[in-house]
Structures are given as C-alpha cells and as structure tokens.
C-alpha cells in the first residue's frame, strides 16, 4: 500500500470517536458520579434522569389523574403517593387528550388540594408548563419545531399524554415503534431530559403482561421503569399501581380518590383523617389569620414533617375548622353548634352571637322562654347548656377552654 493511501486512511480515522473501556476487574470499584434520582421509594429508585418511565392504564381510568398528581409533587419538590421526590423539577407537559376546559377544572382542585403557599406558587408556576394539542414526534419537520422550544422552556422532565397522539405509526409495527424511540431517545441526550410517556392497555390486558401497553412492547422493553395502574376488581373505588424497573424492587401501591374529585390518596396514608388533640392545638396556637408556612412552623414545634403538616391543613379545611380566604392563606371558623329549639323557646336564637365564640343550646322545655334572660353579653364566652331536669330547668355555665373537642 503506497504512502499516500496510508496517509489517507489515517486522516479519516482521526474523525472517530474512542471508546471508553473498561475491565471487569476494576470497573466495579470505580467511584462514579452521583445519579440524580427524578423518582424514588423505599422499594429503589424508581425513575434517574435521563431515564423513560411508561405509564399505562386502561381508557377513561384516571391515568392524567393520576399522572398530575406525581407532577404536582415534581413541580414543587414534594413527596407524593408514596413517590420520595428530592427537589423541584421544571416540567413540559404535553397534552393531547383532555379539553382545555378539562384541564382548568383538574388543575384548579389540584391546586387547592395542595395547599400551596406563596412559595409553592411561584415553584408551580415556572415549573409546570402545559402544551396543549398533539403532533407526531417523529416527523423530521415537528422535531426541528420541538427542538427549538425545548431549548427555549428547557425543562427537566418532558410528559408525553398519551403516545398514540404524538406518534404516527402503527402501533403494532416494531419498525414505527423504534424510529418513535430512537426520536425521543435523541432529545434526552440533547437537551438531558426525563421522559414519561402515557399509553392505553388493549381491551383485553394479558394478565401475565400487564405491564405493557398495546400495540408493539418495544416501548416497554425501552423504558427504564414501568407502571400500570388498575382499578381492584374486588374493591370498588380502590385502584393499585403496580411498579418494575431495573433500579427498583416490584413493588405495589394501593391507591384511593374522593368521589368527584380528581386527587389520589396513598393507603398508607389515612384518607381523611379526624382532627385529633394535635391538630387542634396547632389551630389554636395560631392567629385568626394566617399563612400556610406559619401553619407549617407551628406543625414542626409538634414534630411533624413538612408532608404530614400538608396532610393535617387538609383535614383541618375538610372538618370546617379553618377556611381558606385565598391561596396560601387561611382563618379560623367559628364553631357554633345550635339544637332546635321548641316554639316557646324561640326567642333565644334570635340573640345575636359574636364571632370566634361557642354558644351550644340544647332543647329546652316548654316553658322555659325565661331562660332568654341568662344571654347577657359577659355570658357570651361560655358554653350555656341548659338541660330538662323533670319539672325544673337548670342553667349550667362552664368556660369553653376546650370547646373545639366537643365536636
């Protein structure tokens, strides 16, 4: 071989790329960076970034429900559904299936349901961006288009609801399926994405795959972690989210949701818990307005977490022992408790009560009226029960120190 022929060949070898080697001995000792983990559990880590996790549900069953439940917890950098999530994620939601009205009413009881503070506002804000519409990913003309907003939104988690309206090729074909993957494959190393994609089961899941969903499983060979939520056949208004992925252990959630409403609760979490003593001394030690971050210290001096805080605001809201006056803020609601009165004894429900005081009436006898007299105003702070006591009518004043355990 001449030496211009050698001279050549060595110039176009320089344009490869070397390979990073490695040997089997070493390798296993090796300090490597730290893997930043998007999803995690007691179980493994669920999603690491740079990672694809398929969600697959059957049609109509909740899984946008589901899905913004986690994406709520993302934007804002808090644990959810039983999910450990480290810190807040910038999130580009892409939706193709539900209606811009549908949208607003889901997000709106999400919102509320999370309690978000002032702080939480501005991190859901920057951080959960929603595309309405579909278009095919792997279209050459729509990538050049979707690479150029994703370097402008720069997010660090990209959703994909669901794959059969950004995608289009046949579902069955493994060839269409590759070139979808290899298109999505080419934006996380562009732009360090995580991506989530949603997919339907078939009418008639395989019960030894059900995991995948319909059409060709390349998606679901593809993805890092997998997760199938399901409604229990034996339980009505029950669902279970069955996990597997490479870095984590199989693993099952038992999941909940209010009628009407489109949040999930954890089992291991108590749906809707009672106010207990705790609670009730938090409300107490707080002013008649306040924050969600004042709540949230006032929870801490008791001990509890940051997420058991947001579970008890919750039930303090649902028993009707706080309202919330806009988002983020909130005050105390007056308890007052009132019986029937009987046609003699009307007079003194007409009285009129001040605010944040307890008045508890129990029936009176006929022939009572009289006792309109005992509601004077230095009475007003203490709980009057007047009780029947056969032929005579005893006033029985007690102060109201621990009224809000009586109901």
């Not at 998007?38 to 059957?58: F, N, Y």
């Amino acid at each position: 071989m001449s030496s211009n022929i050698k001279d050549e060949l060595k110039s176009e070898a320089r344009g490869y790329t070397s390979w990073s080697v490695e040997n089997a001995l070493d390798f296993p000792d090796k300090i490597l960076p730290q893997c930043d983990v998007i999803l995690d559990s007691e179980s493994g880590e669920v999603l690491t970034a740079g990672g694809i996790l398929q969600l697959t549900g059957a049609g109509k069953i909740g899984k946008t429900m589901l899905l913004l439940n986690i994406l709520f917890g993302l934007a804002i950098g808090r644990y959810v559904l039983g999910f450990r999530i480290s810190k807040p994620r910038r999130v580009l939601y892409l939706n193709g299936e539900n209606s811009s009205r549908t949208m607003q009413s889901r997000l709106k009881l999400l919102r509320d349901y999370f309690c978000i503070d002032d702080e939480q506002a501005d991190l859901l804000r920057k951080n959960l961006l929603i595309v309405n519409g579909g278009f095919s990913i792997q279209q050459p003309d729509v990538l050049k288009d979707i690479r150029g907003n994703l370097k402008e939104i720069r997010p660090g988690v990209l959703v994909i609801d669901p794959l059969k309206n950004f995608y289009s090729g046949e579902e069955n074909s493994a060839d269409d399926m590759r070139k979808f993957m290899v298109a999505v494959r080419e934006l996380i190393r562009e732009f360090n994405l995580t991506v989530i994609i949603i997919h339907h089961t078939g009418k008639k899941q395989n019960d030894n795959n059900f995991y995948s969903g319909r059409g060709s499983s390349l998606l679901a060979d593809d993805a890092e972690t997998t997760v199938s939520f399901q409604k229990d056949v034996n339980n009505k208004g029950l669902f279970n989210l069955f996990v597997t992925g490479r870095n984590c252990d199989e693993f099952t959630l038992h999941l909940t949701k209010q009628p009407e409403r489109w949040y999930l609760y954890s089992l291991t979490d108590k749906p809707e818990p009672s106010p207990d003593h705790t609670l009730i001394e938090i409300i107490d030690s707080l002013p008649e307005n306040f924050t969600t971050g004042l709540f949230n210290e006032a929870a801490n001096c008791k001990g509890l977490s940051l997420r058991t805080a947001g579970d008890r605001l919750r039930t303090a809201v649902d028993s009707g022992l706080i309202e919330r006056v806009v988002q983020g803020k909130f005050r105390k609601v007056p308890v007052m408790q009132v019986m029937q009165f009987p046609k003699c004894a009307a007079q003194p429900a007409q009285q009129v009560i001040p605010e944040n005081e307890v008045m508890q009436v129990m029936q009176f006898p006929i022939g009572v009226a009289e006792v309109a007299e005992t509601f004077h105003p230095e009475n007003v702070p203490e709980v009057m029960q007047v009780m029947q006591n056969d032929a005579d009518c005893r006033n029985i004043s007690e102060p109201a120190d621990d009224y809000r355990g009586l109901f």
